[in-house]
């Protein structure tokens, strides 16, 4: 029996825009659905996205966010309509209760819906915290889920707190229950925001996170680790400050604008990411609605992904893929690269079978990842995975 969402959500109300970049019947709101006081949600399995904006901020860190998803929707409504190809509902803003639990298990619940339904659910908030309620959708799915976050921090503490806020929410992931249903990476950290202890954690987990000097120097290293995951969740804190003044925690150091636009995008073009969000913009500290509007182009960008989003991958399409076998030296086991003959991509086999599939699990990688294995470097990847699964 399906849910009725209605009593999930409060229409979308927004005052009309000052100026428009498009003529209103191309506009990006004129293109899709939305729930509104008369048009409540209905037909939900007709469409492959739906837009949630989650107003919440009772667990942030530091405050501000609260206000984000209508400036973030406003922007957003302006754009360029969306390719036909993809349906959009945009489902309004989720009720909010002065209890924080009720929000991440409503989110929990609407997660779950949707996935059924095979709607992918794209969040606005809000605090980053709100990312532990589809955490907990994603747990109740069966095997091994990868959560990814867009972050120049790492937000698991390892204090033994006793309440989740959006700098230890992924404490979560670290605890031996969820160690095996989950696996975890992080794009764009900033070392002089990361703690020893932080550090110690990722290496004894065989978990990783790509810092903000290599993804300056070519954006493209973050598409496997993208390809993989389940749930990508940003941290607007990631882009620099003179690009996205408008966040909880600005600094003068980060991604640029389009590389998070890159990110979005390559999120979208993923046949594995089922859930999206974007959190921690600060209306309040923005600059004519800068960074507003840049979370809006990153949702633009995230659809365009969608539109063009094919099943591809070793297992469900090996018609389309070339294997490569390589016998390095110094270690007794082959590896084995999959490349794909249509979009070029590529895959390495984990000796490790798979019980959902009864094959070997299979992540994705680079073609450098190759080229480092045919010079006998084994890809720091394939042994994290290697280690992680074999347990």
């Given amino acids: 029996m399906t849910m009725d969402l209605n009593g999930y959500f409060d229409p979308v109300s927004l005052d009309r825009p000052e100026f428009h970049f498009l003529p209103e019947k191309h506009s990006f709101s004129r293109n899709i659905a939305i729930h509104t006081p008369d048009q409540p949600i209905k037909n939900l399995d007709r469409y492959q996205l739906a837009l949630i904006g989650v107003p919440q901020e009772k667990a942030a860190y530091i405050k501000g966010s609260a206000s984000a998803p209508d400036k973030v929707r406003g922007m957003l409504y302006q754009l360029r309509k969306i390719n036909k190809n993809v349906q959009v509902y945009d489902l309004g803003n989720l009720k909010t209760t002065d209890k924080i639990n009720d929000t991440y298990y ?5 997660t779950l819906e949707l996935l059924e339904r095979k709607v992918l659910p794209f969040f606005i908030g809000g605090s980053q915290d709100l990312t532990y309620g589809p955490i907990l959708a994603l747990q109740k799915l ?10 120049p921090r790492l937000d698991f503490w390892m204090e033994n707190e006793s309440g989740i806020h959006s700098r230890n929410y992924l ?3 670290f605890n031996e229950s969820s160690l095996k249903h989950f696996t975890y990476a992080n794009l764009g950290h900033q070392q002089y925001f990361i703690a020893e202890n932080q550090v110690d954690a990722l290496e004894k987990s065989y978990m990783e996170s790509v810092r903000l000097g290599e993804l300056r120097n070519d954006i493209r290293i ?3 680790l993208i390809r993989d995951a389940d749930l990508v969740s940003i941290d607007m804190n990631v882009i620099r400050h003179s690009d996205a003044p408008g966040v909880t925690t600005p600094s003068p150091n980060g991604l640029f604008g389009d590389d998070v636009c890159a990110i979005t995008r390559y999120s979208g073009l993923s046949e594995k990411v089922r859930v999206c969000g974007l959190f921690e913009l600060s209306p ?7 960074t507003s509007h840049l979370a809006a182009q990153c949702i633009w960008y995230f659809i365009d992904g969608l539109s063009f989003r094919v099943k591809e991958n070793p297992v469900d399409t090996p018609e389309h893929i070339r294997k490569f076998i390589i016998t390095p030296d110094g270690i007794d086991q082959e590896l084995i690269f999959h490349k794909s003959n249509i979009s070029e991509r590529w895959w390495m086999d984990i000796p490790v079978t798979n019980p959902e599939t009864g094959k ?3 992540i994705s990688c680079s073609h450098d990842d190759y080229k480092r294995a045919c010079n006998n470097i084994i890809p720091d990847r394939w042994w994290r995975f290697f280690h992680r699964l074999g347990k």
Avoid at 106 to 110: H, K, M, S
């Fill in 222 to 224: 973050a598409e496997p």
């Fill in 171 to 173: 404490d979560y992931l």
């Fill in 106 to 110: 409503a989110l929990r619940d609407i």
């Fill in 360 to 362: 070997n699990y299979y």
């Fill in 284 to 290: 309040e500290k923005d600059l004519n609605d800068q």
């Fill in 142 to 151: 069966n095997g091994i889920r990868q959560v990814l976050t867009v972050d």
